[in-house]
């Protein structure tokens, strides 16, 4: 079926656990673009190659969903009012929240920064060190499966070294995790 350029996201990528192969069932990393219709193909563009259809991943539904407790006895209208709903665990999203240097930190002229990605977009948000850790802990009250930190040195002169330090190590995040654009989204900040 053929797509006007208009209709097709391209150069999207994914680094796993989001689709699968639709042809093997496997999970699926690297790029892909999506048409129109919200199916998503393997490949950068249409032209890339044999281009396999996408599949979105399912976790099974009993992952997330603890039994009841035994004890516990609900009625139908209870049911039906979503009194279940109390004893799902319920997971936050990374929130921005950028670490700041303290004076010490300033003195020393480094300190650690902390970021993370959405894994199925090129977003990039600066979080905090418990955001951090819950990430990359995989805790059950974060959407660790959503989101892919890192963390980095930063050094604080207002010097072309420091400069060069933090965007080096900036583009190395870029180019090992592939988060095309990252340098990009500090406008030069660095």
Do not use: H
């Not at 190659?49 to 539904?61: D, R, S, T, V, Y």
């Not at 902390?114 to 974060?142: G, R, V, W």
């Not at 040195?153 to 095309?180: M, V």
């Amino acid at each position: 079926m053929y797509f006007p350029k208009s209709q097709i996201k391209s150069n999207l990528y994914t680094n796993g656990g989001e689709y699968v192969l639709s042809t093997t069932k496997e999970d699926y990393k690297g790029y892909y673009y999506e048409v129109s219709t919200g199916q998503r193909f393997t490949g950068k563009t249409p032209q890339d190659g044999a281009n396999i259809f996408l599949i979105k991943f399912q976790e099974p539904p009993t992952q997330y969903l603890p039994p009841p407790p035994t004890d516990l006895i609900l009625t139908q209208d209870e049911l039906s009012e979503g009194f279940y709903n109390l004893y799902l665990p319920s997971r936050s999203l990374p929130q921005p929240n950028p670490t700041l240097p303290t004076d010490q930190d300033i003195k020393l002229g480094v300190y650690t920064r902390y970021f993370c990605k959405k894994n199925n977009e090129l977003k990039y948000m600066e979080i905090d060190k418990t955001t951090f850790q819950k990430l990359n802990s995989k805790s059950n009250d974060i959407a660790w499966d959503l989101y892919t930190p890192v963390s980095t040195l930063w050094y604080t002169n207002k010097d072309a070294n420091s400069y060069k330090a933090n965007k080096g190590l900036i583009s190395l995040i870029e180019k090992n995790q592939k988060w095309y654009g990252f340098t990009q989204w500090f406008k030069d900040k660095f």
